[in-house]
């Protein structure tokens, strides 16, 4: 036995503690799969992110913009006429710009008049760096909504931060006019016709001078009698100034002279989907087309020297010139690849391309143009990476799906919300993904079907992740048994010898399914809980007929004080082998919560039947944050489930990916960021990281006292000791250590991650956060960093 104290400084303020370990004393495994994911269609992880078709809205299901404003650019929403002015439906952080206007000292003000309760809308003031298609820009925000008591001012620096509100309690009610005026570094936010503004603040870093624009963020509401004062020249607009918008898909934008072309959209004659992109040419040298610039429109990267692979469906009417497809700078003054198309049947046909690059660029376009006159469909246009940058000869961006690895991932569950969609459906993922079908999507009304669970379970099987996926609970048994065949019978049956002949003759290693996801979520109603439990073994049933090794996971929502929980139960008991239990770890101390209610769902379950063998999977740990703080709720999270591990498969944080500066709703959680040439990772992914890089697989007896948070693990043959400690609080804690029955050698490997709650990494730092290593001498005293998860690794 030794003693030592791990840390001191001389900090004032740093508090003690006191942890005794047995390292004789094994209490329980700790499962390999632990470390876990989630992915699913959300924030475009998937369709715009690990996928890896370069273009978004290939299949041109989007519709085209209803309205166009005259002045005004529109960054992201569907802006429309309606109620006396210029207005917007419900969505994330839809946008618009006042063109030409850069100003420093001025305002601009508004009547807003709200259709419907929502959250809020506003105006933008001395706005850059804002990008098409997404909500975060550099830029000053004043909100309210109706019902709103509060008028508050937000300041961008890419995410939004409250600065200021409005000190008293404004009645919101329907219609409000609102003003925000700047001068130098002071601001000013006025409500209705007072002169005396209810926010004065003065930004010690003022933002420079930008455009202005209005916004909604999932509030319906309408705009008039817009006036704007940009450095003293001033303008009024009672409305908008509706012009007629060009009939183009919204993920592509036209090219060529405009009178020249004209655009439209065919719901009647379209490859798989429901619409089908139409261009005239309406003189024989136009050059007239149309330009995709990925996801958010924020460009294509692409390399010198390499070779970009793609392909479009075109159809002729009227039209025998060729067709250019290049890929472009942003600004189309320089012409990085070019292919051309000629003799372009009068019937649909796939037309491949092959361009080779002779430049490089984070923000290329690709361009499809018309070279003659007359009439061409376009349809299903894809272009894959190089194959340089796709991951083990799969159409997955390499980098992101490296980045999952080096994040030491062991499990992956490909699932969520997604999965209840009504068209989501097994068949649908099949076969060419040119020609499969669009789908309205939970998340996405245009969802793309291009990765699916073969996809999905190529990418566990190349990165070496056991896979998880979920099935929608609707689905029929026959759909189902034809899945589980198609993935992991032998090739010499029907659905096996289809799964063979498109290239993967091996069958699948399934070895998880979830049926359905957070069922039942909306409501406690013991008819809905029944309906899932005879849904779920309806779907077990032909699952098991098919492959009874498969282990099925439940998804009813778990509410431990209703009797309907005891229900689906003893209704499913026996036959599922895990219940998905989803938990939150936005707050640094959550796995204190998460330790009680795994403990719950235990007693409940030995409660119900003692002999039961049904287990907990932790498919989705959820929260708003990606900061210091989600790490730490992480770290806390993985010690709770440590010290469950005989009862717990895996905890999943989501979100695996979100894009840089893109946010489709308040699942603000990635783990790993991207842009379209860049990937990074979060702090909750170096926590995972390092967790994952010291796994042991014996858990034994921890005993602390004090504000730390503690889980100790053992190897089996008894050689290392690894700590895993997590101080949650502001301040150092010096603690010491009490070891028995291991003698450790002179040296201890330490990691800690160590930063503020709020910090965060970014495009332009994405390792400030991030672990530092050391080896140390055994010592008496150690201090724990504060907001820090350190592990120590002893051995014998």
């Known amino acids: 036995m030794f003693s030592v104290l791990l840390f001191k400084t001389a900090a004032a303020d740093a508090q003690s503690a006191h942890i005794t370990i047995d390292a004789a004393k094994v209490l329980n495994k700790v499962p390999a799969t632990l470390y876990g994911s989630c992915i699913e269609d959300v924030n475009h992880e998937v369709y715009g992110g690990i996928y890896g078709e370069r ?48 100003t420093n000292n001025g305002s601009i003000e508004a009547d807003i008049a709200f259709t419907d309760r929502g959250r809020d809308a506003g105006l933008l003031f001395r706005v850059t760096k804002a990008t098409p298609g997404s909500p975060y820009f550099n830029g000053y925000r ?13 300041k961008f620096n890419g995410r939004p931060a409250l600065v200021d509100e409005s000190a008293e309690d404004i009645d919101i009610k329907n219609e409000v006019h609102l003003k925000i005026k700047a001068t130098g570094n002071h601001i000013s936010v006025y409500v209705n016709s007072s002169e005396t503004p209810v926010i004065d603040y003065s930004d010690k870093t003022p933002l420079p001078a930008g455009s202005v624009g209005l916004y909604t963020n999932n509030a319906a509401a309408s705009f008039q009698n817009i006036a704007i004062d940009a450095d003293g020249n001033k303008s009024k607009e009672a409305s908008l100034t509706p012009v007629t918008a060009l009939q183009v898909s919204f993920q592509w934008k036209p090219v060529g002279p405009v009178a020249a072309v004209k655009y439209s959209l065919d719901s009647a004659d379209a490859v798989s989907g429901r619409q089908a992109q139409v261009i005239e040419a309406l003189t024989a040298n136009s050059k007239a087309g149309i330009s995709n610039a990925g996801l958010n429109h924020w460009g ?14 075109l159809k002729a009417q009227g039209y025998s010139g060729t067709v250019m497809v290049t890929l472009e700078s942003d600004d189309a003054k320089t012409i990085y690849a070019k292919a051309t198309i000629s003799g372009v049947s009068s019937a649909w046909k796939k037309y491949s391309f092959s361009l080779q690059t002779t430049g490089s660029t984070a923000r290329g376009n690709l361009v499809i143009r018309l070279l003659g006159k007359g009439k061409l469909l376009i349809d299903r246009a894809s272009l894959s990476g190089a194959p340089q940058d796709e991951f083990k000869g799969l159409n997955l961006r390499a980098d992101i799906a490296g980045m999952m690895q080096k994040e030491g991932l062991s499990f992956l569950r490909y699932g ?94 399934v070895k998880y399914i979830e049926i359905g996801n957070e069922e039942v979520i909306w409501g406690d109603k013991k008819e809905d809980y029944e309906h899932y439990a005879q849904r779920f073994n309806i ?95 992480h770290a806390t999270t993985l010690n709770a489930i440590r010290r469950h591990g005989d009862f717990v498969l895996t905890s999943c944080p989501a979100n695996a990916l979100q894009p840089y500066l893109q946010n489709d709703n308040d699942w603000d959680q990635g783990q790993i960021f991207f842009t379209p040439d860049k990937v990074w990772g979060m702090p909750p992914f170096y926590v995972q990281q390092m967790a994952s890089a010291n796994h042991q697989r014996l858990r034994i007896a921890e005993t602390v006292e004090g504000p730390l948070d503690v889980s100790a693990t053992r190897s089996d043959d008894g050689k290392e000791l690894v700590l895993h400690i997590v101080n949650t609080g502001k301040s150092e804690v010096t603690s010491a250590l009490d070891i028995t029955n291991f003698k450790a050698t002179g040296q201890v490997a330490v990691t800690t991650i160590s930063a503020p709650p709020s910090a965060e990494n970014t495009l332009e730092e994405p390792s400030r956060v991030s672990p530092l290593s050391k080896v140390i001498s055994l010592q008496k005293e150690y201090t724990f960093l504060p907001n820090s998860y350190t592990i120590m690794r002893f051995k014998r």
């Open 55 to 102: 273009i978004y809205g290939g299949n041109f299901e989007e519709p085209a913009l209803a309205h166009a404003f005259k002045g005004w650019a529109n960054l992201q929403g569907e802006w429309r006429i309606g109620g006396g002015g210029a207005g917007s439906a419900a969505g994330p952080g839809y946008t618009i710009l006042r063109n030409g206007v850069q």
């Open 142 to 154: 004043v909100s309210c909504s109706k019902g709103q008591r509060r008028i508050r001012l937000e």
């Open 300 to 313: 294509i990267s692409i390399k010198k020297g390499q070779r970009y692979p793609g392909f479009v469906y």
């Open 416 to 509: 969520g919300t997604m999965v209840n969609a009504k068209e989501y459906n097994w068949k649908n993922m099949t076969g060419p993904q040119s020609l499969r079908p669009p789908y309205r999507g939970h998340w996405y009304p245009w969802s793309n079907n291009g990765f699916g669970f073969e996809e999905f379970l190529q990418l566990c099987e190349a990165a070496g992740f056991t896979s998880a996926f979920a099935v929608n609970t609707e689905d029929s048994a026959e759909d189902i048994a034809n899945m589980v065949e198609y993935l992991t019978a032998d090739k010499s049956t029907a659905w096996g010898a289809k799964r063979a002949a498109v290239g993967h003759p091996k069958p699948y290693p």
């Open 539 to 633: 779907l077990y049933d032909a699952i098991h007929a098919k492959n009874p090794a498969i282990k099925v996971v439940c998804a009813a929502w778990w509410r431990p004080k209703s009797p309907n929980m005891e229900i689906v139960f003893k209704a499913i008991n026996g036959r599922a082998d895990y219940w998905d239990l989803h938990t939150d770890a936005d707050e640094a101390a959550a796995g204190t919560t998460v330790d009680k209610n795994i403990q719950h769902m235990h007693d409940l379950f030995l409660q119900w039947d003692p002999a039961t063998k049904m287990k907990c999977a932790v498919f989705e740990e959820n929260g708003g944050l990606h900061n210091m703080q989600r790490a730490l709720g």
